[in-house]
T-cell receptor, first 113, second 111 residues
């Protein structure tokens, strides 16, 4: 399997649930990212893991928690989300960072009820 | 911080027409990428431009990076229904905090 794989593709969760999104890349890239895509808003960078360093957007609420156990896997742990967190969550990878081309996964469509 | 402005936001045209999408900023970038995203999928990289004034062609798509590396354009010749999608520009800065995407141009090409 090649490219960037995200699971699940769709997720419906209640506000009190805990769930995790998974991302896996088989490209040998050394940087992985979580992006949030909401309707009528630009793609929003949430977290970056590059060479085992974590960089985050300070506006991301603490109910989102990333984990990167190795260079091929990335998780986004979700806890007590709000309805406004409903969006498409995209994982991406790149070789190097700072504007190199990304390879995106197909995303997880998250609905918080 | 929204550093990139894309225009137009929506474009609806007939098959065979030409179109241009613009991506503008007041900042200088080391590189700029264009992506196309189809419903239910992630964006797919079309091209990366890195040199001021650079022009790259991908079949019927022509990409140009401004001389000052602050803006870019995407021109599609003889658009086809398969070109329908969301077109996004993205620019690299000097740190991850400055990575940014434009808000996108939704293109619909009618048969």
């Amino acid at each position: 399997e090649t490219g960037v794989t995200q699971t699940p593709r769709h997720l419906v969760m209640g506000m009190t649930n805990k769930k995790s999104l998974k991302c896996e890349q088989h490209l040998g890239h050394n940087a992985m990212y979580w992006y949030k895509q909401s309707a009528k808003k630009p793609l929003e960078l949430m977290f970056v893991y590059s060479l085992e360093e974590r960089v985050e957007n300070n506006s991301v609420p603490s109910r989102f928690s990333p984990e990167c156990p190795n260079s091929s896997h990335l998780f986004l742990h979700l806890h007590t989300l709000q309805p406004e967190d409903s969006a498409l969550y995209l994982c991406a990878s790149s070789q190097g960072g700072q504007g190199y081309g990304y390879t995106f996964g197909s995303g997880t469509r998250l609905t918080v009820v | 911080t929204q550093l990139l402005e894309q225009s137009p936001q929506f474009l609806s045209i007939q098959e065979g027409e030409n179109l241009t999408v613009y991506c503008n900023s007041s900042s200088v970038f080391s590189s700029l990428q264009w992506y196309r995203q189809e419903p239910g999928e992630g964006p797919v990289l079309l091209v990366t431009v890195v040199t001021g004034g650079e022009v790259k062609k991908l079949k019927r798509l022509t990409f140009q990076f401004g001389d000052a590396r602050k803006d870019s354009s995407l021109h599609i010749t003889a658009a086809q229904p398969g070109d329908t999608g969301l077109y996004l520009c993205h620019a690299g800065g000097t740190s991850y905090g400055k990575l940014t995407f434009g808000q996108g141009t939704i293109l619909t090409v009618h048969p």
